[in-house]
């Protein structure tokens, strides 16, 4: 009964040396990081789909662009990445086309340029912390590593002065020291996998901008 006290996960956690606790303290931080960040880049990509689908569906429908761009500078706040997009491009058609000395070419050239730089912006924005997620999944597993080393090195020397070295005696310091590593794998796992799983919904959306931006300047071309 006392080894398997001994063998719980509390008491391996109390019982490791301080360097492991360190290890141990900082993978659990930087775990609840990642969560955190997990949440808010799905709420934040589910969000930008669905602003996406209901402008694509609002512009495709036949309406008048310019009441499509009243509507997105009236309500900037709440707007979508494409409206933003598509009010950037509109913005600077409508301005470049005033201008009589300008050639077609060039005004929607101008309009493409501006719906990039939004683009470009948006597409940032998306892809803010992911780049920590992928740091937090392909670090942690060697951090937990460490741990698990520096706590069996911990454990072997305090069997130099042990006269007869038993299994009983060097299998707490290195549960202990492998605890580190278990952690690490449960930081690592889940923000890798939402790293790729965001990277990729942050790829289709970018497609979908490009696409639109295509689109958009053709339309904008058969107007001038």
């Known amino acids: 009964m006392n080894v398997i006290q001994d063998l719980s996960i509390v008491e391996l956690v109390v019982n490791a040396s301080l360097v492991v606790k360190l290890v141990m303290a900082l993978l659990v931080f930087v775990s609840l990081q990642s969560w955190y960040w997990i949440f808010r880049k799905a709420f934040a990509i589910r969000d930008a789909r669905a602003r996406t689908e209901n402008f694509e569906h609002d512009f495709w429908s036949g309406g008048d662009l310019e009441s499509l761009f009243q509507s997105a500078v009236n309500d900037r706040h709440h707007a979508g990445a494409l409206e933003r997009?598509?009010?950037a491009g509109f913005r600077e058609f409508t301005k470049l086309r005033g201008q009589k000395s300008i050639d077609p070419a060039t005004v929607v050239d101008g309009a493409r340029r501006a719906m990039r730089a939004t683009l470009q912006?948006?597409?940032d924005e998306l892809d803010s912390h992911l780049a920590f997620l992928a740091s937090v999944?392909?670090?942690?597993?060697?951090?937990?590593?460490?741990?698990?080393?520096?706590?069996?090195?911990?454990?072997?020397?305090?069997?130099a002065n042990v006269s007869s070295a038993t299994l009983a005696a060097v299998a707490p310091g290195i549960a202990e020291a492998l605890v580190a590593t278990a952690i690490g794998?449960?930081?690592?796992?889940?923000?890798?996998?939402?790293?790729n799983r965001f990277a990729h919904d942050v790829d289709r959306l970018s497609v979908r901008f490009e696409s639109f931006m295509e689109e958009f300047s053709n339309i904008l071309q058969r107007q001038h």
Do not use: D, N, Q
């Not at 597993?141 to 911990?154: A, E, K, R, S």
């Not at 794998?185 to 790293?195: K, R």
């Open 121 to 123: 912006r948006e597409i």
């Open 137 to 159: 999944g392909s670090v942690s597993p060697y951090v937990g590593l460490f741990g698990t080393v520096w706590g069996i090195m911990h454990a072997f020397r305090g069997l």
């Open 85 to 87: 997009i598509f009010e």
């Open 185 to 195: 794998l449960f930081a690592a796992i889940p923000a890798v996998v939402a790293y």
